[in-house]
């Protein structure tokens, strides 16, 4: 079956720019979460949806950051202005989001590059 | 906060011997506990989720174990095989007892098995 994807795979910037990744979840999945993932590190949670309602965006680092996912199904993170410092990969993931299991299928991420 | 430290060097062992990971936490006993692979350039793969009132989960060669009082979780993989060299992150919930889903990750230990 199809799991989680993402788009663009890569995507070089110029500081300066913006830029929007996208993330098709698993359908029927209610709960979609953003992760950063430096090099060498465990993913970092940035933000949190349960259906089309953003639950919790405390790991946002700036207010450069938005994420949206206006239908309850596709989410779109945005960058703003991007510097240096969003180098990363920007993991997607998707899960049921409900008990006993919150086990969460991930895409294969978004490498971003500012220059 | 909550923090979990994975040992961050590589761990190297020879085809057929049994890996053991280890999983720390600094805070509050989270409500359950998983164990994601993570091979280069893709996102994690759910293997293994442990509730707090667990002591040890198993599944095929692979068995977790998960102790309150030491605050630590143990990941094993017996007759280990080349296929399995691959990073490995431990994963809590991040609000504690939440039923969200939000995770936070380890660093995640690379293990390399050698044939």
């Known amino acids: 079956g199809a799991g989680v994807s993402q788009s663009p795979r890569y995507k070089v910037a110029k500081r300066g720019q913006d830029v929007a990744l996208r993330c098709d979840p698993i359908?029927?999945?209610?709960?979609l979460f953003w992760y950063q993932q430096a090099l060498g590190q465990g993913p970092e949670f940035l933000t949190y949806?349960?259906?089309?309602?953003?639950?919790?965006k405390s790991g946002l680092p700036s207010d450069r950051f938005f994420a949206e996912r206006p239908e309850g199904s596709v989410s779109t993170l945005k960058i703003q202005r991007t510097q240096q410092e969003d180098s990363a990969v920007y993991l997607c993931?998707?899960?049921?989001?409900?008990?006993?299991?919150?086990?969460?299928?991930f895409g294969p991420g978004t490498r971003l590059t500012v220059t | 906060s909550q923090k979990i430290e994975q040992n961050s060097e590589a761990l190297n062992i020879q085809e057929g011997k049994t890996a053991t990971l280890t999983c720390n936490y600094t805070n509050y006993s989270p409500a359950y506990l998983q164990w994601y692979r993570q091979d280069p350039g893709r996102g994690p793969v759910f293997l293994l989720l442990i509730r707090e009132n667990e002591k040890e989960k198993r599944k095929e060669r692979l068995k977790v174990t998960f102790d309150t009082t030491l605050k630590q979780s143990l990941f094993h993989i017996t007759a280990s095989q080349p296929a399995d060299s691959a990073t490995y992150l431990c994963a809590l919930d991040k609000d504690g007892s939440s039923n969200t889903g939000k995770l936070i990750f380890g660093q995640g230990t690379t293990l390399q098995v050698k044939p």
């Open positions: 993931a998707s899960s049921l989001g409900r008990a006993p299991s919150y086990e969460q299928y």
């Open positions: 949806f349960q259906n089309e309602a953003q639950l919790d």
């Open positions: 359908s029927g999945h209610v709960s």
